[in-house]
Structures are given as C-alpha cells and as structure tokens.
C-alpha cells in the first residue's frame, strides 16, 4: 500500500457533474484514494452523492437477510439464496473464537 503523507496534500476543488457546483475534495479524502490505488475521481458533489445513492437503491431493491446467530436483521444488496448468514458484528465475533480456539490449540492463526 502506498503511504501518503497528508501534509503533501492539498485540498482540491472539483466540479461536479450533476449540479455544476463547485466541491472541495479535502487533503484527507485524496490521502484515501490514493492509497487505496482508485483510479477514477470523484465526479459528485456530496450532495448529489447521496441522491444519486439513493436513485441506485430505488433500482437495486434491498433485501432483508436475518442473521442467524442474534436473528437481527440486516439489509443486503443482492438476493440471498440460503438463510446461513451472519451480520458484521456476529461475524466479527465468530472470528475472534475461531481463533481463540486455533491459538488454544496452538496453530497459527490465518490473516483476514
Ligand atoms: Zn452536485
Ligand atoms: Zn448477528
């Protein structure tokens, strides 16, 4: 991953292409995007972000998925074809025992 110091970078002004307007795109989000190696910048404003978000929700319906360790609902963005599925948290948690149980029993412990 490339380091980026953000006292090299300096806020952008950028024009968005839905509403013309004028938008800074700050030292840190730069900071962000190059490290993360993305090519294409950002075109929108954050308003017209959000409302463009929303237009794509409107086309791509979500769906309901229920976790099935604490059975609290999560939305998804795609259809799912099994009920086996666990939110962010249980999932987080899953992971922690699993590799308490790997370390207890003296393997490594995989990096994800
Ligand atoms: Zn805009
Ligand atoms: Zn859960």
């Given at each position: 991953m490339t380091k980026v110091n953000i006292e090299d970078l300096e806020d952008k002004s950028l024009i968005c292409v839905d509403c013309g307007n004028k938008f800074i795109w700050t030292a840190g989000e730069q900071k962000f995007f190059i490290e993360k190696g993305l090519k294409n910048l950002?075109?929108?404003?954050?308003?017209?972000t959000a409302k463009n978000r929303d237009k794509l929700r409107e086309k791509h319906p979500m769906w309901w998925a229920k976790c099935r360790i604490c059975k609290k609902k999560n939305e998804v963005p795609f259809e799912l074809t099994t009920d086996d599925i666990l939110c962010e948290e249980c999932y987080k948690k899953e992971l922690i025992k699993r590799n308490n149980a790997l370390i207890a029993a003296g393997e490594t412990v995989p990096e994800n």
């Open positions: 950002p075109k929108r404003c954050k308003i017209c």
